[in-house]
């Protein structure tokens, strides 16, 4: 019988409710269960696609092109639990389907309603999950506790462990206990009314973590446990980790997490095996070097924005023994601003995706530097055709080169849309997404660093490189060394004379775990080491 286990969050967002719920999927899989993760977001979005990235961060890809939250990257980077279109629902996608059901008749004669029908088919999301072999679901609830359009899927989980029996599922509640300075205190008063709030609903925790800035001590959860009616030894605190997010495991197991989970669901697990999680632990405590990265993009100032860029770059970092400083580049800032000034000293220069002309001078700009300047060059998606536009405009000397994205009247469209595009108006859902094969030629600098030819990679784009162009550049030194399979479309181009120069049209950030880099980011940094160890030292 497949175990569930739902976290909830409550007082305020943006608690780390997805790292913990990935947290506890990595703690299970550690004591050699098997875990299906899902999030389930409570807004009218189909997905995320659509949405800003100042709204919601960044939209993370998964191999069979769905488009979801971010909290399914760190899924991926903690478990390896596979991810596909049923690990990620919103209200938009649940209303969406039952809609269509009505349309076709499904409930002809009756009134749909959010409960049962709504609700149903939120229960049906959730235990497609739980199928033989799996031993638990942990689905995580976006929002919190108390917001209206969380309502239904509060309904829905209060109401499966009476389908599936109450042994077999754990709510996990995750809350703020905030210090005040003022009164010198830890306060659990926001966490006694948000429990307050999910009891209303007719759910009670089984086990609280509280998130605090500093430990708060047994006296406090003692009294949380007493006021929310969940056991004391249930009660959890997890302390903001110094170095990194990668430590919150580790605090939970302190506090006997995994033990707790395993023993109120009653699962046969393994003793937890941590050894080789230790060793990265201490890497990542104890780097040897430094580099400084510049990343430019447009949302630079939104903390999730480039979120799986950021991390990729710790994970090789972490194989290097090596600090990333990520330097933080606005790319307007760049067509304001002398760009020697805002780029010097850094010992690499890396453009991530990105949508819409806003940026695109600045950007091309600091292809530019790093391409003059011999500083290593990883470019992603828009970050890669920046890179041809810049090659065409400044080695090419074709002048108004562009990407018809952003001047559909251009004479030299060297980034142009792909023909499979042609003819789509509608914006969810319809870029060129998800995993696809790329063979990569023999000797590239790419090839060297996947050490195979035949590569799978995550894409999310609408534009390509212009086929068109392809003998001009080689000739010109740009050379498109990875291709999809029959050849047609470019998806890797490097600079061979350059120290580290590869620019890719799909997201290499989407495949990179903390004790298995990505390949590309790891020959990248090694490339930022290389020049940081050859470079004068610089008077501080
Ligand atoms: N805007 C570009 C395209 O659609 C790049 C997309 C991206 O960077 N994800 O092709």
Redesign the pocket.
């Known amino acids: 019988m497949t175990r569930h286990i739902f976290v909830t969050g409550g007082v305020v967002s943006s608690l780390g409710k997805g790292l913990t719920s990935a947290s506890i999927g990595m703690l299970l899989e550690r004591r050699g269960l098997t875990v299906r993760m899902q999030k389930l977001d409570p807004y009218i979005n189909v997905d995320p696609g659509t949405m800003s990235p100042y709204q919601h961060g960044e939209v993370y890809v998964l191999d069979d092109g769905a488009e979801t939250d971010l909290d399914l990257g760190h899924y991926e980077r903690f478990t390896s639990s596979p991810l596909n279109r049923d690990s990620n629902y919103t209200t938009g996608q649940i209303y969406q389907t039952v809609i269509e059901k009505e349309r076709r008749g499904e409930y002809l004669g009756g009134t749909v309603q959010v409960v049962p029908h709504i609700t149903d088919e939120i229960k049906r999301c959730i235990r497609k999950l739980a199928v033989p072999g799996v031993d638990v679901v942990i689905t995580e609830l976006g929002g919190t506790v108390g917001d209206i359009e969380g309502l239904p899927f509060l309904e829905a989980i209060r109401q499966i462990p009476l389908d599936v029996g109450k042994e077999n599922c754990l709510f996990v509640h995750l809350t703020l206990v905030p210090y005040l300075k003022a009164a010198r205190e830890a306060k659990t008063k926001p966490t006694q009314h948000s429990v307050q709030q999910l009891r209303e609903i007719g759910i009670q925790p089984d086990i609280l973590i509280c998130r605090t800035e500093r430990p708060i001590g047994r006296e406090h959860t003692d009294k949380i446990a007493l006021f929310c009616n969940v056991e004391k030894r249930a009660v959890i605190e997890e302390v903001d980790k110094e170095f990194s997010i990668y430590e919150v495991p580790l605090g939970l197991v302190e506090h006997g997490l995994d033990e707790l989970i395993v023993e109120k669901l009653s699962l046969s697990a393994a003793p937890l095996e941590l050894d080789d999680y230790h060793d990265l632990i201490h890497r990542i405590r104890n780097p040897r070097h430094e580099v400084t990265i510049a990343v430019v993009g447009k949302y630079i100032d939104h903390r999730d924005a480039y979120k799986s860029i950021y991390e990729s770059l710790d994970h090789a970092g972490f194989q290097h023994s090596t600090r990333i400083i990520v330097k933080r580049v606005e790319a307007e800032e760049l067509e304001r601003q002398d760009t020697d000034a805002l780029l010097n000293g850094v010992d690499g220069v890396l453009v991530?995706?990105?949508?819409?002309m806003r940026g695109v001078d600045g950007k091309i700009q600091a292809v530019r530097w790093a391409r003059e300047n011999r500083v290593p060059y990883f470019g992603?998606?828009?970050?890669?055709?920046c890179a041809v536009v810049e090659f065409a405009r400044n080695v090419m000397h074709l002048d108004d080169a562009n990407?018809s994205?952003f001047a559909a009247d251009t004479q030299h469209p060297v980034?142009c849309l792909?023909e499979e595009q042609q003819g789509i108006d509608e914006k969810g859902g319809t870029?060129?997404l998800g995993a696809q094969r790329c063979l990569l030629a023999e000797g590239s600098r790419s090839a060297m660093a996947y050490g195979t030819l035949d590569i799978s990679e995550r894409?999310?784009?609408?534009?390509?490189f212009n086929p068109d162009y392809r003998e001009q550049f080689i000739h010109a030194g740009m050379v498109p060394v990875g291709t999809s399979p029959d050849g047609t479309l470019v998806e890797v181009v490097e600079i061979p004379d350059h120290p580290w120069f590869v620019a890719v049209?799909y997201?290499p950030e989407f495949r990179s775990q903390p004790n298995h880099p990505h390949p590309l980011f790891a020959g990248f940094i090694e490339a930022a080491l290389k020049l940081r160890s050859e470079r004068p030292r610089q008077l501080v």
């Open positions: 991530p995706g990105g949508f819409g992603i998606c828009l970050g890669m055709q990407s994205e980034i792909l870029m060129r894409h999310r784009h609408r534009y390509e049209q997201h």
